[in-house]
């Protein structure tokens, strides 16, 4: 059954250093499952990467007690770096870990990045945790994409994100059609464009799902029709890019949780269908 969560990134500025007490982990998983959502991703946290196994094993019990999956999200492909997260995920009982081709440091060519997972995969898959390349604009879906099919094994695919890549000029559209056989997870996230002060220039940002350019119910269709078999298993998780509020921390916070709170419930309200509206 697809699950419906929630992704740090939902908390990014409440947990971030603009908080006066940082959200922990431990909090974000208790309003993860106080708003209803039964997986929450851990993505992009950095502190995750310090935490002994006594450490992961509190936050999987915590977990399981809320009633939760688990999720995991890196960047990177350095076979030590999966390596790691691929030990984390079996601590935390985890069968899905979400990952970018680029780091700082590390930028990958289409053949050198398929050489690599080409050796981590086969890992993945013997513990049966499958690894999600998410779409975004500093690698071109054709090339994340001829990455994956060279690969060729089911335990790799894609986090499809369509709002990522607008950056790249490429079309929402256009690359939930092409990622869709191939898509292992999905990032409901809504966008749009705004006019900047004088009409010079626009804002690309976040906005309450719904409200956006985000065709949500062309998206799950699309996957839908090109997974039939693996369609009910593809969970969807809410992120936002909600910008910092001039009015400051309180208000960012607040509008942070009633967007993720919007977003949920939006997911939930209605999951044999399609609950957002196409734009």
Not at 89 to 118: I, Y
Not at 148 to 160: I, K, N, S, W, Y
Not at 214 to 234: C, K, S, T
Not at 236 to 241: G, L, M, P, S, Y
Request: with cysteine; net charge negative; charged share 20%.
């Amino acid at each position: 059954m697809t699950a419906y969560g929630i992704s740090t990134y939902a908390y990014f500025w409440r947990f971030s250093g603009r908080a006066p007490e940082p959200m922990t982990l431990t909090a974000m998983l208790q309003d993860t499952a106080e708003l209803g959502g039964q997986v929450f991703q851990i993505c992009d946290y950095a502190p995750i990467e310090s935490y002994d196994a006594a450490q992961l094993a509190d936050v999987r019990a915590t977990a399981e007690d809320l009633g939760l999956r688990l999720e995991l999200g890196t960047r990177g492909i350095r076979t030590a770096h999966l390596d790691k997260y691929l030990d984390m995920a079996g601590r935390l009982g985890v069968t899905l870990v979400r990952s970018m081709l680029n780091t700082v440091d590390h930028q990958p060519s289409v053949d050198e990045a398929t050489a690599l997972l080409k050796e981590s995969v086969p890992r993945y898959a013997d513990a049966g945790v499958t690894l999600g390349l998410e779409t975004y604009e500093q690698v071109a879906t054709g090339d994340l994409l001829t990455v994956v099919r060279a690969v060729d094994d089911p335990h790799l695919g894609v986090v499809l994100d369509p709002g990522n890549s607008v950056a790249r000029l490429e079309r929402p559209v256009d690359v939930v059609a092409a990622t869709a056989p191939y898509v292992v997870n999905i990032h409901v996230k809504d966008f749009s464009f705004t006019r900047r002060d004088g009409w010079v220039g626009f804002t690309y940002a976040g906005c309450p799902l719904g409200e956006g350019l985000l065709d949500y119910d062309g998206m799950v269709a699309a996957v839908r029709a090109a997974r039939p078999e693996h369609a009910d298993g593809i969970n969807q998780i809410v992120e936002h890019w909600l910008p910092w509020q001039d009015e400051g921390f309180d208000t960012t916070a607040r509008l942070e949780h009633q967007w993720t709170q919007h977003s949920i419930t939006t997911l939930l309200s209605d999951t044999s269908t399609t609950p957002a509206r196409s734009k």
